[in-house]
T-cell receptor, first 110, second 110 residues
Framework: NAGVTQTPKFQVLKTGQSMTLQCAQD?????MYWYRQDPGMGLRLIYYSASEGTTDKGEVPNGYNVSRLNKREFSLRLESAAPSQTSVYFC?????????FGPGTRLTVT | RKEVEQDPGPFNVPEGATVAFNCTYSNSASQSFFWYRQDCRKEPKLLMSVYSSGNEDGRFTAQLNRASQYISLLIRDSKLSDSATYLC???????????FGKGTSLLVTP
């Protein structure tokens, strides 16, 4: 079992560029999540998917879109990256009660 | 009042010491409570769930006080390897998402 995997691990973008962060889980979990973590701000929920075919906004959805491609995969897209989106992005899946996190993607937008 | 509040620390304690963290929450309807541990530049991982009657896992004891809306984590006989950030977590109104505190930093010194 790989658990939750994320690609890429690191990425540098220029302002205005787009990219998709990929996430996959092999634990057959229904719920999946995208968070960002910034110094002093803690983990903030961007979007989540309670089950395949559904997505909902979290606390900080602006500037992001998501796709729940199937039960395993949940991607996060930045259409036009901004420096304010420099952060560490964590994907997670959940089997109540525990939430399992991927190793994170460190994104820098210059 | 923020949903989940923690003292950011850092708590610097010598090996072998006992240390306690508190976390307060604002949503009296919260049903599920957890402590997560996050090592530097790593993903958060579940340390323990917190049950109404209190629960213990080795050197770690978690308590819930619903009347005062706080949870606590007690670490006995601290080890160097306990150095990490401890996140207080509870379920959100949606039931699917979790609310994370900003974390309390612990440094155990020789």
């Amino acid at each position: 079992n790989a658990g939750v995997t994320q690609t890429p691990k690191f990425q540098v973008l220029k302002t205005g560029q787009s990219m998709t962060l990929q996430c996959a889980q092999d634990m057959n979990h229904n719920s999946m999540y995208w968070y960002r973590q910034d110094p002093g701000m803690g983990l903030r929920l961007i979007y989540y998917s309670a089950s395949e075919g559904t997505t909902d906004k979290g606390e900080v959805p602006n500037g992001y879109n998501v796709s729940r491609l199937n039960k395993r995969e949940f991607s996060l897209r930045l259409e036009s990256a901004a420096p304010s989106q420099t952060s560490v992005y964590f994907c997670a899946s959940r089997d109540v009660p525990e939430q399992y996190f991927g190793p994170g993607t460190r994104l820098t937008v210059t | 009042r923020k949903e989940v509040e923690q003292d950011p620390g850092p708590f610097n304690v010598p090996e072998g010491a006992t240390v306690a963290f508190n976390c307060t929450y604002s949503n009296s309807a919260s049903q599920s409570f957890f402590w997560y541990r996050q090592d530097c530049r790593k993903e958060p991982k579940l340390l323990m769930s917190v049950y109404s009657s209190g629960n213990e896992d080795g050197r770690f004891t978690a308590q819930l006080n619903r009347a005062s809306q706080y949870i606590s984590l007690l670490i006995r006989d601290s080890k160097l390897s306990d150095s990490a950030t401890y996140l207080c977590v509870l379920n959100s109104n949606s039931g699917y998402a979790l609310n994370f505190g900003k974390g309390t930093s612990l440094l155990v010194t020789p």
